[in-house]
């Protein structure tokens, strides 16, 4: 009796919170768009003007009040300090290494520190140099190191930095020699992609604006051509639209470069965007002298090459879909690349997906996945033979190969419950060995104690959607356990098993962790991505609810105690799901999520994304954007799920009115009682590499799901 009298109490204070919530006035205004006959409200349309200040008071507005509700709620500082334990046993991180003419640098975490340094060595075994510490540069700033890219000689450095997330890079050049930087300085870029082999000039990627609200900062974008110790301002227009115009490069294409030292004869140029299909020139280098490059095609969107391309001499090789619904690797001669008459390499497999290529001395590597776990396969480039390597565990694989002059290579493993794992391979004898950057952490007992299951669910239509589930061992499946679930779907990004002490910390913790891979990614192959693209979009989303059914079907979670997360293009399957099934879930995280998809196209990285998602100005899909979009399905007097969206005031992918417009819908129309938060991080963008920031944003949303949720360690304070 005690003890109910107590639930009630708490039920009692929890409702009451709720209730009293007040959040920030929030008018409407009678603002439409009319397309093909259909007009379409858009009565929180004026919160897209960050230049008027009512606008930015209402955000922060909701900050405040987003703080002031998650600083009553218990366990957050708990999570953090867990995660701050957890992380000083990583031992010293190294990313991205990148070797030339000898000296590899790279980026280095030390445990503690909240971001990466830029380090460089002579050979694998040199001692280490610092050359760029970001927390020190600007005094009072903590800055990103977003790209590197040295010299053929490795005397000089192309080094890009932002901050606060903003991804808008400043760049710079440095002597590696003496470690001091060059006097010229350039911005806004979106970092440096290759220096030209005589090692004079670099090539950039310049940007108009770093104005992340500016619809048109992102567009008409250029390659430039900076000649090292030159004044920013003579900087050539060296591949763009207007320097090029006869190529029709899209103003929302970003136009690249590339050089290779695996075929020095060329360069190459292409268009960026989000599609996933390559479109490439070439040109012989001879010709970059004359100041016009005759470029020609390598190939066309229409080969439907994807994933990767190896140059090894005078071969290209390429994954493509063309016949294969699950991929296959060609191959073609650089002098004569007939793409329809190309060398099959490896056939399509039926029931592994081909992911990625990468090529050492003698061998080209294959990685393949079963759609959760990797398979690795070698070529041998003198005989054609193939052969499957055996790894030392099964999860997914990274394979590098740091310097392709030899057989020596990394591969990477990780799994849904072990942290990544990195091995030296030796591609000649296939054998295996402690890595030469990384060493595995080793966590508490209690991160050895977890389990996964791995089933398949029967979605809405009669497909079977593959469903992840971690939890600690020996759970009841009572339905009494808190879940949360995390989808994505879309661009053909797979989620393949990877350890993330974030989520991980969760499961010790008694909540379920689930990973549905829905459609819209592509862990069943190309069909699987097309299956959730556009038209078919809502498979993404409905994919999402019919794997939270199961859930509660079988015993993992119950509606009052399921939260759902989506991320980013996420933010279309979260908005959507909880929009189509309010009744599901007991909470939802929109984080940095597209939740007004009809209105994507009109912010600063909307353009280049409208290959994934569409425009407005196309009748089948605009149709398509109305149902994806998150905002217009919010309907007044229904009772929807506790929802915190978060926003990065300094976002360039997602800008922070997509979350805001989403979370001013919900709190107007829901009946519920249950809070509505926007959290607005104004030290962030759409992710930042600060660890400090990340774990206090990360904390905010994963307290809020498991406190609606029911989680006994999250609750309201006294």
Same mark, same amino acid.
């Given at each position: ?48 003007? +960050? *230049? ?19 600083? #009553? ?32 640098? %790279? ?12 380090? %460089? ?59 001091? +930087?060059? #006097? ?66 899209? @103003? ?13 004869? &060329?360069? /190459? ?41 190896? +140059? ?8 493509? %879909? ?26 399509? *497999? ?10 050492? #001395? ?30 030392? /565990? ?17 591969? $990477? ?18 054998? /295996? ?9 080793? &966590?508490?007992?209690? &991160? ?17 959607? @593959? ?33 993330? %002490? ?33 038209? $078919? ?10 794997? $939270? ?63 994934? /998602?569409?425009?407005? #100005? ?42 805001? *417009? ?57």
């Amino acid at each position: 009796m005690k003890k109910l009298a107590m639930l009630l109490v708490i039920c009692l204070g929890v409702c009451s919170a709720f209730a009293q919530l007040k959040y920030p006035a929030t008018k409407t205004v009678d603002s439409t768009h009319t397309y093909f006959g259909t007009t379409y409200k858009d009565p929180y349309g004026w919160l897209e003007d +960050f *230049k008027d200040t009512s606008v930015v008071s209402w955000f922060k507005q909701q900050a405040n009040l987003t703080n002031n509700v998650m600083n #009553k709620v218990n366990g957050r500082d708990g999570l953090i300090a867990e995660w701050k334990m957890l992380d000083s046993l990583q031992p010293a991180r190294i990313l991205n290494p990148v070797y030339e003419n000898g000296r590899i640098f %790279y980026k280095k975490t030390m445990p503690g520190e909240k971001v990466g340094k830029l380090y %460089y060595r002579e050979g694998p075994t040199g001692t280490e140099q610092l050359l760029f510490d970001p927390t020190t540069y600007i005094p009072g700033k903590t800055l990103t190191v977003e790209s590197y890219v040295p010299s053929h000689n490795g005397k000089q450095l192309a080094l890009a930095y932002s901050a606060q997330g903003a991804e808008v890079s400043t760049m710079k050049i440095m002597n590696v020699d003496t470690k001091q +930087f060059l #006097k010229e300085e350039i911005f806004p870029t979106r970092g440096a992609e290759a220096w030209t082999f005589d090692d004079k000039a670099i090539l950039y990627l310049w940007i108009k604006s770093a104005d992340n609200t500016d619809p048109l900062a992102r567009l008409n974008s250029k390659t430039k051509l900076h000649i090292v110790n030159t004044d920013v301002s003579t900087d050539i227009d060296f591949f763009s639209n207007a320097s090029y115009p006869e190529l029709k490069i899209q @103003p929302r294409a970003y136009p690249f470069v590339q050089l290779t030292e695996d075929n020095e004869n &060329y360069i /190459f140029a292409g268009e960026g965007t989000v599609a996933n299909e390559i479109g490439l020139y070439y040109a012989p280098i001879t010709q970059v002298k004359t100041g016009k490059i005759d470029w020609k095609v390598l190939c066309k969107p229409e080969d439907k090459l994807v994933r990767g391309m190896e +140059f090894i001499g005078d071969s290209v090789f390429a994954i493509t %879909y063309d016949g294969a619904k699950n991929y296959k690797l060609v191959a073609v001669n650089i002098k004569n690349p007939d793409w329809s008459k190309a060398h099959l390499v490896a056939a399509e *497999k039926s029931n592994q997906t081909l992911e990625a290529i990468t090529h050492c #001395k003698d061998y080209l590597l294959m990685t393949y996945s079963d759609g959760i776990n990797s398979h690795v396969y070698k070529y041998t480039l003198g005989t054609g033979k193939v052969t499957e390597i055996k790894l030392p /565990f099964i999860g997914s694989t990274n394979v590098a190969c740091l310097n392709n002059k030899t057989n020596i290579c990394t591969v $990477t493993i990780t799994s849904w419950v072990k942290p990544n794992t990195e091995f030296s391979f030796d591609a000649a004898s296939d054998s /295996f060995s402690p890595g030469l950057f990384n060493k595995p952490p080793a &966590y508490p007992a209690a &991160y050895n104690d977890l389990e996964v299951k791995e089933v398949e669910v029967k979605g809405h239509d009669g497909v079977m959607i @593959p469903l992840s589930i971690t939890y600690r061992k020996g759970t009841k499946l009572d339905g009494n356990n808190p879940c949360m679930m995390e989808g994505y779907g879309a661009y053909g990004s797979s989620i393949y098993s990877s350890f993330w %002490y974030v989520e991980a910390t969760l499961a010790v913790r008694g909540a379920i962790v689930a990973i549905p891979h829905v459609r819209g990614g592509s862990e069943k192959g190309e069909a699987w991505y097309r299956g959730g693209f556009k038209t $078919t979009k809502p498979n993404t989303w409905k994919d999402f609810n019919s794997c $939270t059914e199961y859930l509660i079907a079988n015993g993992y979670t119950k509606p009052s105690k399921m939260s759902g997360m989506g991320t980013s293009a996420g933010g279309i399957l979260i908005s959507r799901a909880i929009t189509e099934r309010p009744d599901l879930y007991a909470a939802a995280i929109c984080n940095v999520g597209c939740a007004n998809a009809m209105r994507l196209e009109f912010s600063s990285n909307g353009p280049v994304n409208i290959p994934e /998602f569409g425009t407005v #100005k196309d009748s089948v899909e605009c149709k398509a954007l109305y149902e994806m979009d998150g905002v217009q399905h919010v309907v007044k007097g229904t009772k929807y799920p506790a929802l915190i969206c978060v926003g990065g005031w300094n976002d360039p992918r997602v800008v922070a009115w997509q979350p805001g *417009k989403f979370a001013a819908a919900v709190q107007n129309a829901s009946t519920s009682d249950k809070p509505v938060l926007l959290k607005i991080n104004y030290d962030d963008g759409h992710f930042t590499e600060d660890k400090s920031v990340t774990w206090a944003n990360f904390a905010d949303q994963l307290v809020f799901v498991m406190w609606q949720c029911g989680h006994p360690d999250f609750q309201l304070k006294n």
